[in-house]
């Protein structure tokens, strides 16, 4: 090797320190990769993404051929630089250590850290691009690649590992979830809540959406005939509730409009109003969103009337609140619906007590608690653990709330206040 020119030699180890650089890049961007983003580029044709998502499905082999190349480049790297150290400063132990020095500090700068670096900053472009060079490299060094990993795998059973465990890239729910709250730019804000929304669906149940049994509009079959034919005639609804005496006596569902044409008609009676009875859709109390939207398609219904396990009414549900949930308030308003609270000059709402807590919520971008109560009425209840009397204030979740009138045992009308950082029960 005396022959050798200096100049030559300097250029090889620069050629080795560049080949140990991209096996450092290559494997850095193969590791961080976008496995989705790749997926999707391979399905579309990509020669580049195909072979490196088949790199990626035999990882013990494609680090093999990685670490292989890149030992035996830092290897000869190493022994060109100390053939150039004592053809500089001579044969003696000065120059072998500082040769050991400049050697580590050239693999550290030029063949490790930048190019990991560059590796990780853009892994989507390099990973596919090295995997040209890869996919050969290992199909020509298989042999040495497949010897090193029988011991690979043996120290890997000894320690009771799975080789492809670290290989395994399912996403959860929550994982999903992360991804998509995370995804900036690239989706719309819009979208983004809708998707995220449709994960909630398992987690919320019908009695936090249902319109209550006390604002449900219903007929009483047992009423006077032209209390009844005025009653349909004020409605806002294209169906109602029909029951005999009790609200608990629920005996079908009646489409409004099928009936309104008959009403002027003198041989209209109450024989014929049963007639036009349609059966009701029952709902079990705490059933998820999600399973009720399908029940809803699977049985072309789009309302129905949640009952709890003794058969008592607890309110009525629609498809428009499921799809509420998903793609947030509907632009136009509902016949029957009014806004959940009225602004005062002070900041503060005046609300029914009736209003549930998911609207409130939602509407008027409160933080009231959904894990117990699902009313302001409810909550109000839980925390005064007492019957509550007009005036009466009490501090909920930071939000100053008045008691303003009480019907029976129930809250009326009840003033929140804007939000406060603490604070007690007054």
Known sequence: MDSIPLGALLGALSVLLLISGFFAM?????MAVNRYRLRTLARAGHRGAKLAEWLLSNTDKLLGVVLLGNNLINAASAALVTVITFRLFGQNEVALSLGTLVVTFLILVFSEVTPKV???????????AASFILAPMLKLCYPAVWFVNLFVQFLLR???????????????VEELRTLLAESGTFLPAQHRGILLNLFDLEHITVDDVMRPRG??????IEADL???????NTSHHARLPVYAGEANNVIGMLHV????ARLREEDFDLAELRGALREAYFIPSGTNLYTQLAQFQATRQSLGLVVDEYGELLGL??????LEEIVGEFASVRPGDQEPGLRQEDGSYLVEGAVSLRELNRKLKLDFPLNGARTLNGLILDHLEAMPEPGVSVLMAGYPV???QVHGRMVKTARIGPRRTTGNVA
């Open 158 to 172: 000894v320690m009771r590992l799975k080789a492809d465990a670290a290989s395994e890239n399912s996403m959860g």
């Open 26 to 30: 290559a494997e850095t961007s193969m």
């Open 226 to 232: 032209d209390e009844i034919v005025h009653q349909l």
């Open 118 to 128: 560059v590796g990780a900053s853009y892994p989507d472009r390099i990973a596919p």
């Open 257 to 260: 409009r099928r009936v309104l």
């Open 402 to 404: 008045e008691i303003v």
């Open 317 to 322: 549900v629609a498809l428009e609140d499921i």
């Open 215 to 220: 604002q449900i509009e219903a007929i009483d």
